[in-house]
Structure formats: C-alpha cells, structure tokens
C-alpha cells in the first residue's frame, strides 16, 4: 500500500485522528487529528482550490446527511494544493462508515493524481474547439462517409450552399441530395476506388470531380468536390472524405460569356 501511487487514508475523527495514510500523502499539507469529523474536514478544505471548495463541501455534507446506519461512498474530483502550493486534480473515492449514532465513525478512501489526465482533456477540448471554429467559418462543406456513401460528418457550411441543416444532410445522403447523374457519376468513383485499392493499396491520389445537387428550395447547384479516402491504422480503406465548394455562379458567368462570344 506505501508504494501505490494513489492517497490512500483512513481518517478515525476524534481521539484516533489518522488511522492510516501511506506515503503517497507526504506531499501535501493535510489534517492529522481533530477531535470531530466537522472540524476534520474544515481543516482539510484548506488546502482545496477556493473554486472546488463549495461544491466539495456541500458534496460532503450530503453524505453525511444521507447516513442512515450504512456506509455510503461518494467519488470526487477537485484540487488540492500540494506543500509548495501548487494544485493537483485528484479522483477522490471515499467511503464514509457511520457509528450506532448515525454520526461518523470512519472515513477511508483513496486519492488518485490526475493532473496529467486533466491536462490532456483540456488541450483535447481546446484542439477541438479550434476544429469547430475552422469547420464553421469555413465556406467550404468538409464531410466524411463510410465505404456505403453514408455521411458520417458534414460541416455546417451545408447550410450556406444546399440550405440543410448538417444533420438533414447526413440524414439523407447523397442518394437523396445529388442529381440522378451525378449519384452515377459518385458510384462508378467509388467502385474504382474500391478496386484500385484492392490490387494497389494505398495508391489512390486525391480527385476533382464537378457534381450537381439539389439544394434544398429544389434548385439545382454545381459544386466542386475534391475527394480523397480515409484508412483505418493499419492502412485499410474504410471511408471516404472530401470538401465542396459551390461553383454554380462561376459556372454561370461562364456559360453567359460563351454565349455573348457566339
């Protein structure tokens, strides 16, 4: 137990004070006797962040409203300032075990450093936030499909050019969004894809197809798809993914300048 990376404790409130800590403990500034479970965790809330303490508090003392003859468990997380006053995050799971009074007897858990694991959430958290940020400036549709061409991903640019929600796209599909040709034109892509990768893996370079789908108000719009693949780890096609772009006005322009040339 001393060489567990967790805290792990037994507090015994009243004459006992500490029933047990391992070595864990050492770093931090931590009650070692009081003579009552109130004033234990007073003295224990100390060194809890000023933010967690509150919620850490009133977490506390729902458990011990809700002791009723057994013992009730509660997890936790919060921080606490280590012996140079820097904070830790810990996953706190502690048991509190009444006496024939209904009052505390024991409290005994452990304590797990997660730091690191919080650390790495909130870069993840902040990664994805700058994703959604690109996703929903961009002008350009970026989506995702499995290897059956059903949408798995569609930014919410969709909306500015077919005029669906990215949840109406992904529930329709391209079956239901492209003209008849075009779906044609994705189908017989996709079977060479599929067959290219069969005898070649990993030789497929990205493309540039024009298709024409239907926007939501039933009007017909002429987008620019690059396509490429997705792989799974060990290189396997398992999907498609690509971006649009709407080119229906330029498209336009020049079939107006061809016509004036005529």
Not at 85 to 112: E, F, N
Not at 168 to 188: C, D, M, Q, W, Y
Not at 218 to 240: F, H
Request: net charge neutral; hydrophobic share 40%; charged share 25%.
């Amino acid at each position: 137990l001393d060489n567990s990376v967790a805290i792990l404790y037994r507090y015994d409130p009243g004459q006992y004070g500490v029933g047990y800590i391992n070595e864990s403990i050492q770093k931090h500034a931590i009650p070692d006797y009081a003579a009552t479970f109130e004033r234990m965790i007073e003295d224990g809330l100390k060194t809890v962040h000023p933010e967690d303490r509150e919620r850490v508090s009133a977490a506390l003392g729902q458990i011990v409203a809700n002791l009723e003859g057994n013992s009730v468990t509660k997890t936790l997380e919060y921080r606490r300032a280590d012996l140079h006053g820097a904070y830790h995050w810990y996953y706190d799971v502690m048991t509190l075990i009444p006496d024939r009074m209904k009052k505390v007897q024991t409290m005994l858990g452990s304590a797990t450093d997660i730091t690191a694991l919080r650390e790495a959430e909130a870069r993840l958290r902040a990664s994805e936030e700058r994703y959604r940020l690109v996703t929903a400036l961009c002008s350009v549709i970026i989506w995702t499909t499995d290897l059956e061409m059903n949408f798995l991903y569609c930014s919410p640019a969709v909306c500015n050019i077919l005029g669906y929600t990215d949840a109406e796209i992904i529930a329709l599909g391209p079956r239901k969004t492209l003209l008849f040709e075009s779906f044609r034109l994705v189908v017989r892509l996709a079977q060479e894809i599929r067959s290219q990768e069969e005898k070649r893996p990993g030789s497929f370079t990205p493309r540039h197809i024009q298709l024409w789908q239907r926007h939501k108000s039933g009007r017909a719009v002429l987008t620019e798809v690059a396509v490429s693949v997705v792989r799974d780890a060990s290189g396997r096609l398992e999907g498609y993914c690509g971006v649009t772009r709407d080119i229906t006005e330029f498209h336009l322009m020049k079939e107006a300048l061809r016509t004036e040339r005529e």
